[in-house]
């Protein structure tokens, strides 16, 4: 059975520092990843898709890895902003229709 | 273009009582999920639509979950009766449906649902 972990749970770090988000999964059998940020009481927004043959994506400020073989991703946020506090979450697809395995996601907290 | 829209966006109720949510989700996507969220979790699936029909309710609790997708547009889920254990957030998303495995997923707000 497919487990995703995220770690840190709980991150703050001050503004202008850049954040460094990790998640490892248990079968490296993936579609893809995507990575998706929630802000309280609000639904989830895709951040970073990386197709199970790609080993990066970036859009922005935004960077994310896949590491397929070690069940490893990371996004790294650059020059964080008190904007970007919210709680990420990683997620593989699993299967043909899109099934989603979803870790608990970490919170970040970025203070001016 | 308009997102998924969910209602209502709050629901407390009462212990054996039902509750019905309701999606419509961006106009031409063919595939809807509904995810339940608890505190402090990411989103677990519950079911799944290609159109109209469940391609994948292996995680819905039949005997007292119950979802439909009429015209393979707009959907519902529903409780009966609720219990505290469902208090959650109900999340909706849809996407494309071209090649679900690789079509990024779009989610609505979600509905809170308090179980007194």
């Known amino acids: 059975k497919q487990e995703v972990t995220q770690i840190p749970a709980a991150l703050s770090v001050p503004e202008g520092e850049n954040l460094v988000l990790n998640c490892s999964f248990t079968d490296s059998a993936i579609y893809n990843l995507q990575w998706f940020r929630q802000d309280p009481g609000k639904g989830l927004t895709s951040l970073l898709l990386i197709q199970s043959s790609q080993r990066e994506q970036t859009s922005g400020r935004l960077n994310a890895s896949l590491d397929k073989s070690s069940g490893r991703s990371t996004l790294y946020i650059a020059a964080s902003q008190p904007g970007d506090s919210a709680t990420y979450l990683c997620?593989?697809?699993?299967?043909?229709?899109?099934?989603?395995?979803f870790g608990a996601g970490t919170q970040v907290v970025v203070t001016p | 273009e308009a997102g998924v829209v969910q209602s209502p966006r709050y629901k407390i109720i009462e212990k054996k009582q039902p509750v019905a949510f309701w999606c419509n989700p961006i106009?031409?996507?063919?595939?809807l999920y509904w995810y339940l969220q608890n505190l402090g979790q990411g989103p677990e699936l519950l079911i799944r639509?290609?159109?109209?029909?469940?391609?994948?309710d292996s995680q819905l609790p039949k005997d007292r979950f119950s979802a439909e997708r009429l015209k393979g547009v707009d959907s519902t889920l529903k409780i009966q009766p609720a219990e505290l254990g469902d208090s959650a957030v109900y999340l909706c998303?849809?996407?494309?449906?071209?090649?679900?495995?690789?079509?990024?997923?779009?989610f609505g707000p979600g509905t809170r649902l308090t179980v007194l």
């Open positions: 106009s031409g996507h063919n595939t």
């Open positions: 998303a849809s996407s494309p449906g071209l090649a679900p495995s690789t079509d990024t997923q779009y």
């Open positions: 997620a593989v697809t699993t299967d043909s229709w899109g099934k989603l395995q």
């Open positions: 639509y290609e159109n109209e029909e469940a391609v994948d």
